[in-house]
């Protein structure tokens, strides 16, 4: 923190403070606990009590943090050494160092077996004992951080860190993001999309109504935003012409056309029509009042609830079915709203959204010109939906296996049909019948297409329908569905020949045979990675679902260019571009919030990592980087121990403690403007990062690749 920054949080402490002491204006224990809510509350407590009343002043608090905050490196080394120093001694014993290094996994939420903690305990107490004496002094603690630098570095910034609220990620720039020529550059598929989509409004909005002068402003008005709603209500389902714009992908188009934010432009053409409707009907609605009040054959409720003055061009239906389709609009704009479609009730949008074929149809009745638009579009659209039912209901295929993974995530595995083919990071929808014999739910395939026997969806339980998913298979009756045991030994022998891996057996893994169909596959973004050069794959929780499937794709594509020397166990990879891929390098991160949540993909990650074994002389081709937003961040004093710890240990096991991979875990959430300029120094060629996660960290590592002239790709299939 700068200076401004202490002054400010010594005087948020000093108002905290106040609110929490009572009139003696100190703070006990127990009070000192509940504001801090850290398990190292005692310690700091005993530590701040420096007269041994029992409680805390307000000088004593403020002594010690003006200590920590403007204290000099020696100085906040000593306080951290007293934290150490349990019972005061003067040096800490390996008990001591465990019931430190104990709170500190909990405080950062990690989970390790006893005899795990004794070996973290041990790895940091035997490296900072120097002088094997049994106890670690505060010249030998001293001499030990000196050879972690990045710890050395916090305390040098503050040790206040010990108990600084956690800050929010920042991102500042100079210039507005809208205004600088890498936004524009990474964007200009889709403002040239929309700026034609905005003239072609404002020409027809123009002709429609100069067409209705002599009938006043108002038909005017409402007549030209007619027109435009004759085209939007058309190009909106265009927009959803998933298997069209997944061939579309395999085309020079996908250079020209904005193809991979088609759900972006979807929403933002909604919008349009909900603006266009509402401007539509109140200048239909003026203009009857105007009729009214000037002796007109008919009253404002006959205009709009009857059809009496034959307005329309079907049975004089225009205003009765004009009231119909605004309020079915505004219902289908409400449930779409993102706070609907990810707070747990999915099924509502769904639903609610089939009202376009309503809309659809009213459409027709409604205006006279419509169909005209409507006919080829509705055409293609209809055959989407034929092929796609045809396909899905002949295709008709089984769960065959189900793993409930931590954190409430489903693995299906599915019989794959053979005819059944797609490519990396492609999606499908998946309707069961015996969770909803109608809903079809889209999520992404987390296989490779070159397993053949079967795909892989990883579904984590957030709404109504994936819930139902998660708890069908948890039913003991289903045990009755599993093969007998010679039946289910000689599955097993096949699945481990397979060369695919596998996910752990475990005491909720089961065999089954549940009818499902399947819908797809379509393309997403990420079919454009084996033509990148420097490929980053970014995936947040579930997110790493598509990456899942690619990495294995890569992996295999790797060892396939890989050559071996028939006179050594030399190995190498051919630094030649060819037509199936031309990575050079791909880097993947995963984030995840807690531990358990690795052990969704941590046997495939295993595999990715034993197949590059051997160091490459050009430096490996897959590096990965895991992050526990979790866990305590490495500028966070209290972590200091506990992260020494891991590191030391990782080094001496070769494998991380929380994971078990060879790549360390890191914990907090990553610094992207670090991460980024790493890469960037690598030069590996032209940096196209894939994320996959929520929209809140989509924006800010949009804004760090728009920064370093990175090409940025979201997944998005909703």
Not at 18 to 47: C, M, P, Q, V, Y
């Amino acid at each position: 923190m700068s200076a401004d920054d202490d002054a400010k949080w010594l005087e948020w402490v000093t108002k905290q403070f106040e609110n929490i002491a009572g009139e003696d204006k100190e703070i006990n224990l127990e009070e000192f606990k509940t504001a801090l809510k850290s398990f190292f509350a005692e310690r700091f407590f005993t530590l701040f009590d420096s007269d041994g009343s029992g409680s805390i002043s307000l000088d004593e608090l403020l002594k010690a943090l003006n200590l920590l905050t403007h204290g000099s490196e020696t100085d906040k080394l000593r306080f951290l050494f007293q934290v150490y120093d349990v019972d005061g001694s003067g040096s800490i014993d390996p008990d001591e160092l465990r019931i430190v290094l104990k709170s500190c996994l909990r405080e950062s939420a990690i989970s390790l077996p006893e005899e795990k903690l004794d070996d973290l305990t041990m790895a940091l107490f035997e490296s900072a004992d120097k002088d094997n004496s049994g106890a670690i002094t505060f010249e030998e603690l001293k001499e030990e951080l000196e050879n972690f630098p990045e710890v050395m570095e916090n305390l040098t910034i503050s040790a206040a860190n010990w108990l600084k609220p956690p800050a929010t990620e920042k991102f500042t720039r100079q210039t507005p993001r809208y205004l600088t020529p890498a936004y524009w550059h990474n964007n200009s598929r889709k403002l040239l999309f929309m700026c034609c989509y905005i003239l072609v409004n404002i020409f027809l909005f123009t002709f429609a109504a100069l067409k209705h002068v002599d009938a006043g402003g108002w038909v005017m008005l409402a007549k030209g935003c007619g027109q435009c709603l004759n085209f939007n209500c058309t190009f909106i389902g265009v927009l959803m012409l998933r298997r069209c714009l997944t061939w579309l992908r395999a085309t020079w188009v996908v250079r020209v056309l904005p193809l991979d934010q088609h759900v972006l432009l979807h929403q933002l053409v909604g919008f349009a029509i909900f603006g266009l409707s509402v401007v539509h009907a109140i200048a239909h609605l003026i203009n009857f009042v105007n009729l009214t009040f000037s002796g007109g054959t008919y009253q404002l409720w006959e205009y709009l609830f009857t059809t009496r003055p034959g307005i329309g061009w079907i049975y004089g239906t225009a205003s009765i079915t004009g009231v119909i389709l605004l309020l079915l609009i505004i219902l289908m704009l409400i449930c779409s709203s993102t706070f609907v479609r990810r707070s747990g009730h999915f099924e509502v949008f769904y639903w609610t959204h089939l009202s376009y074929i309503w809309v659809w149809s009213l459409l027709v009745l409604h205006g006279s010109n419509f169909w005209k638009w409507f006919v080829v579009s509705g055409f293609l659209f209809l055959m989407e939906k034929i092929v796609g039912i045809t396909v899905s209901r002949i295709g008709g295929t089984q769960v065959v296996e189900v793993n409930l993974l931590p954190s409430k995530v489903t693995h299906l595995v599915i019989k794959r049909s053979p005819f059944f083919h797609y490519k990396p990071g492609d999606y499908v929808y998946v309707n069961i019948p015996a969770i909803a014999k109608y809903e079809w739910h889209p999520f992404t395939i987390s296989s490779a297409p070159e397993q053949q026997d079967t795909i892989w969806l990883h579904i984590r339980s957030l709404g109504q329908w994936t819930n139902q998913l998660y708890e069908y298979f948890r039913q003991p009756e289903l045990l009755g569905n599993e093969p007998k045991r010679l039946t289910r030994n000689l599955r097993n022998k096949k699945h481990q020949k397979s060369a695919q891996v596998s996910t752990k057996l475990s005491d909720n893994h089961r065999y089954c045979n549940i009818k499902c169909y399947i819908d797809g596959p379509y393309g997403t973004p990420t079919r454009t990675i084996f033509t990148s050069e420097h490929a980053v794959l970014i995936g947040a929780g579930i997110g790493i679902t598509p990456f899942a499937s690619i990495l294995q794709s890569i992996m295999y594509r790797y060892r396939m260019r890989k050559q071996n020397c028939p006179n050594c166990s030399y190995s190498w990879c051919e630094n030649v571009k060819d037509n199936e891929m031309s990575l050079r390098k791909v880097d993947f991160i995963w984030i995840n919030r807690d531990q358990k949540s690795f052990e969704w993909f941590v046997s495939l990650l295993t595999k990715l990592e034993m197949d590059q074994a051997d160091e490459e002389p050009q430096g490996r081709f897959l590096e990965m980087h895991m992050y526990m937003t979790s866990a305590l961040s490495k500028n966070d004093m209290k972590a200091l121990g506990l992260q020494m710890a891991l590191d030391l240990l990782a080094k001496k096991e070769n494998r991380d403690s929380i994971t078990g991979l060879r790549t360390r875990t890191q914990p907090g959430r990553p610094d992207w403007a670090k991460v980024f300029q790493k890469i960037a120094e690598e030069r590996k060629g032209k940096v196209h990062v894939f994320f996959c996660g929520s929209p809140v960290l989509a924006k800010t590592i949009k804004a760090q690749c728009e920064h370093f002239g990175f090409k940025f790709y979201k997944e998005n299939f909703q």
